[in-house]
């Protein structure tokens, strides 16, 4: 079914493992964007990206990196989990600039850091 | 730097009341202003969104905002709760800030109906 899929939707790792969280969309959206979702602080940016090879940080980007290969993948990396990286992380993409810049989002993937 | 800001946390309504979730922003420019919404253990839903013209917009699920410029607000509204509404609201604008089109969410208001 075509959308915005993220795996795994839960996982549970101990701090200084290196966590991988997949994002995957259908629609060939040019844009792609990685979020956290803390108690309190809504939702901020981590990385985006406006198209294949193109990335740029976001508001809290210590800590992850991102890659973008192919237009429909935008996996992020965790290269040594903290405690502080326990969170929800969305996924979303849109088509780009102007009167297509709604965004559409991932159901989430759980992340627990031991 | 463009921001928005939900002032309240929490609001609660009677089922078959009138809801309001509130949003004020501050940008440079001309305002793009977004709802969504998020439902236990799901992804955020986009509602509805202002980019220009008419001050009233209308959205997914009965919802509407209203735009208001010299408020600097855009709030969101529903003529009658359901108890199917309650959920995690967040308001959003955009953000072109280096070049590339971003979000700048709210801190998210979480809205209770009560039958």
């Known amino acids: 079914d075509a959308g915005i899929t993220q795996s795994p939707r839960y996982k549970i790792t101990e701090t200084g493992r290196q966590v991988t969280l997949m994002c995957h969309q259908t629609?060939?959206?040019?844009?792609m964007f990685w979020y956290r979702q803390d108690l309190g602080h809504g939702l901020r940016l981590i990385y985006y990206?406006?198209?294949?090879?193109?990335?740029d940080k976001g508001e809290v980007p210590d800590g992850y990196v991102v890659s973008r290969s192919k237009t429909e993948n935008f996996p992020l990396t965790l290269e040594s989990a903290t405690r502080s990286q326990t969170s929800v992380y969305f996924c979303?993409?849109?088509?780009?600039?102007?009167?297509?810049?709604?965004?559409?989002f991932g159901p989430g993937t759980r992340l627990t850091v031991l | 730097a463009q921001s928005v800001a939900q002032p309240e946390d929490q609001v609660n309504v009677a089922e078959g009341n009138p809801l309001t979730v509130k949003c004020t922003y501050s940008?440079?420019?001309?305002?793009?202003l977004f709802w969504y919404v998020q439902y236990p253990n799901r992804g955020l839903q986009f509602l509805l969104k202002?980019?220009?013209?008419?001050?009233l917009v209308k959205g997914s699920y009965g919802f509407e905002a209203e735009f208001n410029k010299s408020q600097t607000s855009f709030h969101l509204k529903k003529p009658s709760a359901l108890v199917s509404d309650s959920a995690l609201y967040f308001c959003?604008?955009?953000?072109?800030?280096?070049?590339?089109?971003?979000?700048?969410f709210g801190a998210g208001t979480r809205l209770a109906v009560h039958p």
């Open positions: 990206s406006a198209a294949a090879d193109i990335t």
């Open positions: 979303a993409s849109s088509e780009g600039l102007g009167n297509t810049d709604t965004q559409y």
């Open positions: 202002y980019i220009t013209g008419d001050n």
């Open positions: 629609w060939s959206h040019s844009y």
């Open positions: 940008v440079s420019g001309n305002p793009y």
């Open positions: 959003a604008v955009r953000d072109l800030s280096g070049g590339y089109n971003k979000l700048i």
